[in-house]
């Protein structure tokens, strides 16, 4: 299956679905309301499907107006299994016609599968996919495919930036996005309460392993009435700590959940890593949920991080 | 004249120095020791001469050791202004051959100047002067230059990164050069002791003009023995907040003296603000130095950033 492959079955059909994870982020709803904006620029319906959609992100979603339409055809970007779906996973699980993916381990099964674990971001193939429809990329649509591009790959400073993601980011930058607003918006705001979370997560930091593991946690009482918007990219904070191999954060959830990301700079799996707790993702970020208490959370984590490292 | 001219022009010398400005960053280390290897590739004697060295650039210092020669011809790149050459000011002023840079407010006298103010960084100018002298580049040398243009333009993230800086970044990636490690160290990497600061700086921090106005402040023992290295890019931290339009960051130095950085995004004139003590810059980022004592500064500052909202 090629993307060009795929631009023809797109061609083929009409009434489309297009599916994000849950507290979906500036990848995959880059992709959707790019992929979303070209469909119906070639006169097809389309709309998005989101859940636990972040405040931000505005500037993409006001794009594209709900339709109606009886759907017909379901397609996910960035989505890398079923369950991540969240509260829309009973409803599509088992009939997604195209998965467009670019997490190696995507489980999701579909008629259709293009899964390229090269691209930084699946805005990547997204980009080339509207080019393979024949769909002009207007603003709107480089906006979209910026915003994807741009946030997956840390502003092009993540290890995951290939010469590719450059020379498209380069080319959406051509075709007129607004590279300074997105930026100022991803990656140079913070709330005041943001700022303050920051300072209460560094005050509560957990070092082991000889200090080649960096830990931090925020508790539902910490983040209480923020939105993911505003707790977003903490996951990097440890991993930056000069000698740390392996930054992992955890995040109480309700209900004693709690979920874990793990982010290393190459020299540890961090897949591995989370595999150990029947998570999963990529060498350099991955994540998994831990049921139990903060304390038992943290501590079988530094023991797993004791045994790594 | 045109970057082919600069190209035939250096063909046509020999032993070179080349100069950087003082407390020298990515984009003129990159520019300088880049051209450097290449004159030195094609043939020729070329050294670089910096001053105020910060201690993180090992990796591009040290791939080119100082050359024994009589110097016939000088280079600058990416200095402004002959007063930026600081201790080596005395020596070159009035001396300079060729000056190469991309700020547009450069006042240096030369015979052979080329200033291109759409270069986000020099290192792009030097990147196709390279390319002209028929060099190769290698991947110590497209190391040099993804480090100038990475740093000028914080990643990709500034403004003022064009498709051009992406397309060469793009070209230096598939030359080979290192962006994994040289983002690691530019972006990504924070002492323990900064990661103390920052948390230590947040809990100062005072707002003031209805929150417009945001102040954070080091003092010399929260930052004894820190290099400037390590306390880079603090003057970012209160722009970033959402809501303040201008950050401040004051700095005490021996003396009772008071380093004042202010920074915008641009609806507030910095350079006006600091203007009022006898300071100056550009609009978005400008700095004053006021004597006294923490207090009293932080009272003028308040003062003057409520007449100012």
Redesign the interface.
């Known amino acids: 299956m090629t993307v060009k492959d795929l631009a023809s079955i797109l061609k083929q059909n009409n009434n489309f679905e297009i599916l994000t994870h849950n507290y979906p982020d500036g990848d995959c709803l880059g992709c959707g309301y790019g992929l979303c904006l070209a469909l119906r620029q070639i006169g097809k319906n389309a709309n998005v499907i989101t859940t636990d959609m972040p405040k931000n992100f505005s500037f993409i979603t006001d794009k594209a107006e709900p339709q109606d339409f009886e759907p017909e055809f379901i397609v996910s970007t960035d989505v890398a299994d079923t369950k991540l779906l969240g509260k829309n996973e009973d409803k599509y699980k088992g009939r997604i016609d195209m998965c467009i993916d670019h997490h190696g381990s995507n489980t999701i099964e579909a008629q259709y599968r293009y899964v390229d674990s090269e691209a930084a971001a699946a805005g990547e193939i997204i980009f080339e996919l509207i080019k393979e429809l024949g769909a002009e990329i207007t603003v709107d649509i480089a906006n979209c495919l910026y915003t994807a591009l741009s946030t997956d790959t840390?502003?092009?400073?993540?290890?995951n930036?290939?010469?590719?993601t450059?020379?498209i980011?380069?080319?959406l930058?051509?075709l007129g996005c607004d590279?300074?607003y997105i930026?100022?918006v991803m990656?140079?705001?913070?709330?005041?309460r943001r700022?303050?979370l920051?300072?209460d997560i560094?005050?509560k930091?957990i070092f082991c392993a000889d200090?080649k593991c960096a830990m931090i946690y925020t508790t539902c009482e910490m983040v209480e009435g923020m939105g993911d918007d505003e707790t977003e990219g903490i996951a990097?904070i440890p991993?930056?700590?000069?000698?740390v191999k392996l930054g992992i954060t955890i995040r109480e959830k309700q209900g004693g959940e709690y979920k874990v990301s793990a982010r290393t700079?190459?020299d540890v799996d961090a897949c591995a890593f989370c595999a150990q707790f029947g998570g999963g993702g990529h060498i350099g970020a991955a994540g998994c949920t831990i049921k139990g208490t903060l304390e038992s959370t943290i501590e079988m984590l530094r023991k797993a991080a004791e045994k790594t490292l």
Chains 1, 2 share one sequence.
Do not use: P, W
């Open positions: 840390g502003c092009f400073c993540y290890v930036t290939t010469s590719r450059l020379r980011a380069a080319d930058l051509d590279s300074a930026n100022k990656f140079e705001t913070k709330t005041k700022i303050e920051e300072r560094l005050d930091m200090d990097s991993r930056q700590i000069e000698g700079n190459g």
